[in-house]
């Protein structure tokens, strides 16, 4: 990599870390309004739930874990269904605010039992076409019968199932996913369409072992370094975490997949040893926002991470045969483009292409 255009990474994020993130997130929504769209949420409207669902103003970690969501594009009605799903906002309204009733989803002739109120993952499952299916086809492409599958972010276990049918009894899953409103639903999807041979761990993966303070939305959850503040277990949930190497020390591992809420830069700088030693196949949720918001790294550094181990990054965008290798640049200006404020990204090894 050219020196000119490491200095020229370091000094936009330097920039971007000069912009206290509270001002940023503001003028960024400013001037989305002002360019007519109207439909994304906004600062303002974050402290609106906060005061008319919750009847309190925002708690410091919770109110920052949000401004990164908005500043990727979160939907106002989005907003709204985070707060309305949240344990907090089920109690106030007089229920325990844990469990709700399940939905059975039928995708492919796999059976999955979601929770009724999620609305970040749930009702995606019944779209024609099924759930990422070119996620799915890129992860069944890097992976045959008998190898080893680590999901980072299982929710509850739509990738780990599918992944643990097409890996057969000779392979094997590692399902990582520290949200407690996950867990009988992942361990339950799993169990009852038969993959056996999967070890799933409750705990979240970063860059060293310790604690981060889990906000839950829905099936999804964003997590924050845990700082010591009891005040914090109020409204969030506290998880253990460990890190890729820790967990998979001297493990064969063919592919992985990231969904972590902006903690993917965490995940695979405590993966390094993993990743070089390895040479799994990558797949990643790319967000920037996200990125710089949990991870504290820019996209560009993630990339670049990836790139220092020797991958090639492309967009999921389409059958994984033929796929051709991007660029940082072309990947960042496609993100600017992607309509659902994120993009899925594939890292391979050339000798694996």
Known sequence: MAAGTQIGRRAVAAARRAVPFRARVTARSALRTLWGNRTLATPADLRACYRLLLGRAPDRRGELDFLSLIERGMPTDELVKHFMSSPEYRARQGGEGTGSATLEVVIDDVTFRVDSEDFAIGPHLSRPGGYEPEVLAALEHALSPGDTFVDVGAS????????????GPA???????????????????????????????????????????????????????????????????????????????????HAIKIDAEGAEGLVLRGGNRLLAHSKPTVMLEFSPPALEAVSEMSGPDVLALLEGHGYQLGVIDGPPEGRRPSSIAEILQRYERAPEGHLNLVAWQPERA
């Open 171 to 253: 392979g094997h899953v590692v399902a990582f996913e520290p949200g407690p409103q996950n867990q009988s639903l992942l361990l339950f999807n799993l169990a009852t369409n038969g993959v056996t041979a999967v070890d799933v761990r409750q705990m979240a993966l970063g860059g060293e072992p310790g604690l981060f303070a889990y906000s839950r939305s829905g099936a999804n959850g964003v997590v924050s370094q845990f700082r010591g503040d009891p005040s914090e277990l109020a409204n969030h949930d506290l998880v253990r975490v460990s890190t890729l190497d820790r967990e998979l020390h001297g493990r064969r591992v």
């Open 156 to 167: 509850f276990g739509y990738f780990s199932t599918r992944l643990g049918l097409h890996l």
